[in-house]
C-alpha cells in the first residue's frame, strides 16, 4: 500500500542511490596503483568539494630526504651599497637604483643582480601608490654564495605637470626580441611623437607608443646584458615628457661556450624567397667569440609537411650552402643561404641546419637554424595538424593581405597584426 | 525534359565541384623545437619568479613536450582569477578578507594541455611561457636515440595526468597521485609534475632540498613581492582590495601576502595571519632549474641543477627556436 502511493519517489531515490554507487565505484583508485593507499582517504572528497574544505594537514608520502642531492646556499658580505637616484620618490616617477657589489669569491664580473622584481643592474623602479615602500636586493654569484638586502624608499604624491610610463618586455615570440609600450601618459595632448633610444646605440622614432626592438646583434660576454632604455613623448603642443625602463637579456650562446658548446648567434627571418627555383635567404652571423670560425659542414634535417612523415637528413659542405662561411672575431657577416628546389626531397616544409665549424682549427663552433618552406599544393597538406580556415572573417582579412603582400608568400599573424595597425585591413 | 534535368544535374555538380577544388587558406600549427617528452622552460614575471630568483633560478616555468613540438602539457594556475572573499556586515559586503582558501590551495586550471601558440600566445592572463630566453632540455645527441623511448614513456604518462596547482609543492613536492581526476589537497606546481611524469614512469630524478635559512629569506622575499604587486596593481588582484584599504584601513594587502606565505609554507590558506614568520621550514621540492644538470649554468649565472647523468635523461639544454605558426593558400 504504502509502496503503491509512493512508488513514484522511491523509484527516484533508488535510482540515485545506484547512480551514486556507480560514480564512487568509478572514481575508486585502480588496486595496485602506486599512490592508492594515500589516495583511499581522499579520492572522493573531488565529489563534494564544491561544499567542503579542508585546512588539515593531508597524508604524504614518506620521503628520505637524505637519498637526494643537496641544494645548499651562504650568505656573503656582497652589497656595498645601493643608490637610489632620489629617495623620496614621487609615485609613477622613474627612479634608478644602482648596487655597488664586490665579490669575495671570484670575479666581480660573475655577480648577477636582482633589484626588486628586475633582473640586472641597474634598474628602473617605479612606485603607483605613496607610502612608505621597501624592495630587495639580491646578489649572487656563479657559485653558492648569495647576499640580500630589503632598502626601504619613501614615496610621496606630488603635483606633477606630465609623466610618461614606460613598459618594457621580452618577447613572446622570438629570442633577443623586446616588446615597448607606453602605457600611460599624463599631460601630453593630441597627436604626440615618440622618440625612442633603445641603449644599445640604436634610435628609432615612431608616431604610436609601442615598438619592438630585436638585440640579437649585442655582445654577449657575459651572462646577461642589461639595457636602460628611453622613450621621449612630444604632442602637439611641444610639451614632453620621458619615461625609461630597463631590459635585461639572457646571453645564452655566451653560457653555452661557458658550457664547452659554443654557438653562434644568427639572425635570419623564417620563410627563404624563391627566386628561378633557388631559395635565398640572407643571414647575419655574429661571432661573438676572439677567435676566427670557419664553418666547413652543414646537416640538414628535411622534414615532410606531413608531420607523421620520416625525416631525410644529408651533410654538405656549408659552402655550398652558404656565400661566406668565414666569420672575422667580433665581426658580423651578412650573406646568403641558398639551395635549389629541385634539390628538396619532394614535399618539404621545414630545413634544420646545423653548420658545424671550428675556431683556431681547434674548438668546435655550431649554429642552428630552422627554415620553413610552405606547402605548395593539396598533396602538401599536413592532414593531422593544419587546419582548413572556415572563418569567413579570416578569410576576408587574409584575402586582403593577400593582394597587399602577394598570394605567393604564407602570411603570418604577426602580418596580419601588422596591417590591422596599420589600418589596412 | 529528361535531358534538361541531366544538364542542370551536370552543371550542379560541376558548380559544386569547382566551388570545392577553388583554393582554400590553410592554417600551419606553430611548433618548437622539441620531441615528445622533452622538457620546455621559460623565465616570467610575478611573485613565483621573484621566489625562485631567491635561489638563483632563472626560469619560472616548465612543461613537457606530449608530441613532437606542437603540444604542451603543463601544471598552472590561474592566480589572478582567485576569487576575493569579503567581510560582511548583516548582508553588507563590507572589507576584504582574504583569497577564497580553496582556490588558493588548489589552483585551476591544474594540469592542461596546449598548442604552442596558446601556451606562447594565448590569452595574455594565462599566458605563462616567453620564447625569449626559452630553453628545451633534452638528451645529448649521444643518447637521443637510447633515451628517447623513456622520455615518451613519461609523456604518455603526464598526459593522462590530472590534478590542481599545489603552491605548497615549492615546500614539499611529493603530493601527485597518478590518477586521471582531480583530488582536493593533492597536486603539484609545474617542475613538481614533470619530475613525477618521470617518476611514475620509472625515473626518480634528484630532488633539491633548500636549507630553512634559505627558506626564510625567500618567504620574506615572496611577502615584499606580493605587498608591491598588491600596492603596484601590478599582480591582477591589487588595486580594488588597496582601494578598499584605503578608505577603511584594513591592511588587506598584508593579510593576502601573509595568506600566499602561508600557503606556500604550511598549505594554510585559510591563515591570514603571520604564522609563517619564524616557522618557514626546509623545502624539499624542484625548480624549474633543478630539472638541469648541476653542470649547467644557467643565465642567471647559477649552476642551480641538481641532476647527474645517472638521475636524467636530460643532458642538453637547447635555446627555443619557435617556428611560428602561419596561412598558406592551396589551390
Redesign the interface.
Known amino acids: 500500500m504504502i509502496f503503491k502511493k509512493y512508488k513514484t519517489a522511491i523509484v527516484i531515490i533508488g535510482a540515485c542511490v545506484i547512480a551514486l554507487g556507480i560514480i564512487l565505484y568509478i ?1 575508486k ?1 585502480q588496486n595496485g ?3 592508492a593507499a ?2 583511499n582517504d ?2 572522493y ?2 565529489l563534494f ?1 564544491f561544499m ?4 588539515e ?2 597524508k ?2 614518506e ?1 628520505d ?1 637524505s637519498k ?6 651562504e ?1 656573503a658580505n656582497m652589497i656595498k651599497r645601493v643608490i637610489l637616484e632620489k629617495n623620496p620618490v614621487c609615485a609613477n616617477e622613474d627612479v634608478l637604483v644602482t648596487v655597488v657589489a664586490a665579490n669575495p669569491h671570484g670575479s666581480d664580473a ?3 643582480y ?1 633589484i ?2 628586475k ?1 640586472g643592474n641597474p634598474a628602473i623602479l ?4 605613496a ?1 612608505p ?4 636586493v ?1 646578489v ?5 654564495h ?1 647576499d ?1 638586502r ?1 632598502v626601504p624608499i619613501a614615496v610621496q604624491e606630488c603635483e606633477r605637470q606630465t609623466y610618461v610610463i614606460l613598459r618594457a ?10 616588446e615597448f609600450e607606453v602605457t600611460e601618459q599624463k599631460g601630453l595632448t593630441g597627436k604626440c611623437e615618440y622618440s625612442w633610444n633603445f641603449g644599445d646605440g640604436l634610435y628609432s622614432t615612431t608616431q604610436t607608443g609601442s615598438i619592438s626592438h630585436s638585440y640579437a646583434r649585442r655582445e654577449q660576454t657575459q ?2 646584458t642589461t639595457f636602460t632604455v628611453s622613450v621621449a613623448v612630444t604632442d602637439a603642443e611641444k610639451k614632453h615628457g620621458i619615461g625609461r625602463a630597463t631590459v635585461s ?5 655566451y ?2 661556450s ?2 664547452g658548446n659554443p ?1 653562434v648567434p644568427m639572425i635570419y627571418e ?2 627563404p624567397e624563391l627566386k628561378n627555383s633557388i631559395y635565398e635567404l640572407p643571414v647575419a652571423m655574429k661571432n661573438i667569440y676572439d677567435e676566427d670560425i670557419t664553418f666547413q659542414t652543414a646537416d640538414i634535417e628535411y622534414k615532410p609537411c606531413d ?1 607523421s612523415g620520416m625525416t631525410e637528413t644529408r651533410r654538405i659542405d656549408a659552402g655550398v650552402l652558404l656565400a661566406n662561411t668565414v666569420l672575422p672575431r667580433r665581426g658580423t657577416v651578412d650573406t646568403i643561404l641558398s639551395f635549389d628546389k629541385s634539390q628538396l626531397p619532394p614535399f618539404t ?2 630545413l ?1 641546419i646545423r653548420l658545424s665549424g671550428r675556431m683556431r682549427g681547434v674548438t668546435e663552433v655550431v649554429a ?1 637554424m ?1 627554415i ?1 618552406i ?5 598533396d ?3 592532414e593531422g ?5 572556415k572563418d569567413d572573417e ?2 576576408n582579412k ?1 584575402n586582403r593581405a ?1 593582394e597587399i603582400l602577394g ?1 605567393d608568400r ?5 602580418d596580419i597584426r601588422r596591417l590591422e595597425k596599420e589600418g589596412k585591413l | 525534359m529528361k535531358k534538361y534535368i541531366k544538364i542542370v544535374c551536370v552543371c550542379v555538380i560541376l558548380l559544386f565541384a569547382s566551388s570545392a577544388f577553388a583554393g582554400q587558406w590553410v592554417w600551419k600549427p606553430m611548433s618548437i623545437n622539441g620531441k615528445k617528452g622533452d622538457i620546455v622552460i621559460t623565465t616570467g614575471e610575478g611573485f613565483i619568479m621573484d621566489l625562485l630568483s631567491m635561489l638563483g633560478a632563472y626560469y619560472s616555468h616548465c612543461g613537457m613536450l606530449i608530441d613532437d613540438g606542437y603540444t604542451i602539457r603543463h601544471n598552472t594556475m590561474y592566480a589572478n582569477e582567485i576569487p576575493i572573499e569579503y567581510n560582511y556586515i548583516w548582508f553588507i559586503k563590507t572589507t576584504p578578507k582574504r583569497l577564497n582558501p580553496f582556490k588558493l590551495s588548489n589552483g585551476m586550471p591544474g594540469i592542461i594541455t596546449e598548442d604552442i601558440n596558446t601556451a606562447y600566445n594565448g590569452n595574455p592572463d594565462h599566458v605563462m611561457f616567453k620564447a625569449a630566453g626559452g630553453a628545451v632540455i633534452k638528451p645529448v645527441d649521444a643518447l637521443e636515440s637510447a633515451y628517447r623511448g623513456y622520455l615518451n614513456a613519461a609523456a604518455n604518462v603526464i598526459t593522462n595526468l590530472v590534478a590542481y596547482y599545489r603552491v605548497n609543492a615549492y615546500v614539499n613536492m611529493f603530493q601527485l597521485d597518478n590518477v586521471n581526476y582531480y583530488i582536493a589537497g593533492r597536486g603539484n606546481h609545474c617542475s613538481g609534475t614533470v619530475w613525477h611524469a618521470n617518476y611514475f614512469a620509472g625515473k626518480p630524478m634528484n630532488v633539491a632540498y633548500i636549507p630553512v635559512n634559505i627558506t626564510a629569506v625567500c618567504a620574506e622575499s615572496l611577502y615584499t613581492s606580493i605587498i608591491n604587486m598588491v600596492r603596484d596593481d601590478a599582480g591582477g588582484f591589487g588595486s580594488f582590495i588597496l582601494d578598499l584599504e584605503g578608505f577603511f584601513g584594513t591592511g588587506g594587502d598584508e593579510r593576502i601576502a601573509n595568506q600566499i606565505c602561508n600557503t606556500f609554507a604550511f598549505d594554510r590558506s585559510t591563515d591570514t595571519s603571520s604564522y609563517w614568520r619564524g616557522r618557514v621550514p626546509a623545502a624539499t621540492a624542484n625548480a624549474p632549474d633543478h630539472n638541469l644538470m648541476s653542470t649547467y649554468t644557467n643565465p642567471a649565472g647559477h649552476n642551480m641543477g641538481v641532476q647527474t647523468e645517472t638521475s636524467s635523461y636530460y643532458g642538453k639544454v637547447e635555446p627555443l627556436v619557435i617556428t611560428n605558426g602561419y596561412y598558406y593558400w592551396v589551390e
Open positions: 572514481k583508485p596503483s602506486k599512490t594515500e589516495i581522499s579520492g572528497i573531488n568539494q567542503s574544505f579542508s585546512d594537514v593531508k604524504q608520502e620521503i630526504v637526494f642531492a643537496a641544494y645548499e646556499m650568505e660573475n655577480l648577477m636582482r626588486s622584481n633582473p617605479r612606485f603607483r601608490r607610502g615602500r621597501e624592495f630587495f639580491v649572487r654569484d656563479n657559485a653558492n648569495i640580500f630589503k618586455s621580452l618577447s613572446n615570440l622570438k629570442q633577443d626580441v623586446v651572462f646577461q637579456l639572457p646571453n645564452l650562446h653560457i653555452s661557458v658550457m654557438t623564417q620563410f608531420s616544409c621545414n634544420s642552428n630552422h620553413s610552405p606547402p605548395s599544393g593539396r602538401s597538406v599536413d595538424r593544419d587546419a582548413v580556415v579570416m578569410i587574409l593577400a598570394r604564407p602570411i603570418t599573424p604577426d
